[in-house]
T-cell receptor
Framework: GAVVSQHPSRVICKSGTSVKIECRSL??????MFWYRQFPKQSLMLMAT?????????EQGVEKDKFLINHASLTLSTLTVTSAHPEDSSFYIC????????????FGNGTRLTVT | QKEVEQNSGPLSVPEGAIASLNCTYS??????FFWYRQYSGKSPELIMF????GDKEDGRFTAQLNKASQYVSLLIRDSQPSDSATYLC??????????FGTGTRLTIIP
């Protein structure tokens, strides 16, 4: 089955630093990847849609300059949380779907970010 | 506003019984329907997908779709404690991105 690999699984950083999270589709090509954030006991919140070779589309209320997304190839998208603050601490999950219509969305294992 | 609605639960079901999870959606143009399972602290995992009206069975899981009623459900037969999780319904309208419900928390009681 389709596998999405996300790294790191857990990261602790100091306030003001930047953190990069990688998302790779291992056995399929993904022209579109999605980045979600989830706070404890809350539902998934879509942050942005990442399209290969073009700028990401951000959801309302998500700061594009704070959450930098790069989708350089059909198998790799990265999310960089810049100048992280404690309120950015959350569970970040990437997902990807194959190019075929009706393909399901597959999720990475998520990255738990803690900003101290 | 296109919506996907689920009862947040918690839904408690005795071990061995059938768990029934329901989901309604507002966009009649929706084409694809998915059920994901999410354990606490983990990312969602795809359980089932269904595109056509009727039932689709996979092991202990059955997805049911009724487009006229804008209703999709997931049945889990012979429920096990390991089925305890939050179940997310997701709907994909034509040419639009996937929309998730808020999830139903299911607890299987041994």
């Amino acid at each position: 089955g389709a596998v999405v690999s996300q790294h790191p699984s857990r990261v602790i950083c100091k306030s003001g630093t930047s953190v990069k999270i990688e998302c790779r589709s291992l056995d399929f090509q993904a022209t579109t990847m999605f980045w979600y954030r989830q706070f404890p006991k809350q539902s998934l919140m879509l942050m942005a849609t990442s399209n290969e070779g073009s700028k990401a589309t951000y959801e309302q209320g998500v700061e594009k300059d704070k959450f930098l997304i790069n989708h350089a190839s059909l198998t790799l998208s990265t999310l960089t949380v810049t100048s992280a603050h404690p309120e950015d601490s959350s569970f970040y999950i990437c997902s990807a779907k194959a190019t075929e219509y009706n393909s399901p969305l597959h999720f990475g294992n998520g990255t738990r970010l803690t900003v101290t | 506003q296109k919506e996907v609605e689920q009862n947040s639960g918690p839904l408690s079901v005795p071990e061995g019984a059938i768990a029934s999870l329901n989901c309604t959606y507002s966009d009649r143009g929706s084409q694809s329907f998915f059920w994901y399972r999410q354990y606490s602290g983990k990312s969602p995992e795809l359980i089932m997908f269904i595109y056509s009206n009727g039932d689709k069975e996979d092991g202990r899981f059955t997805a049911q779709l009724n487009k006229a009623s804008q209703y999709v459900s997931l049945l889990i037969r012979d429920s096990q404690p390991s089925d305890s999780a939050t179940y997310l319904c997701a709907v994909e309208p034509l040419r639009e991105k996937l929309t998730f419900g808020t999830g139903t928390r299911l607890t299987i009681i041994p």
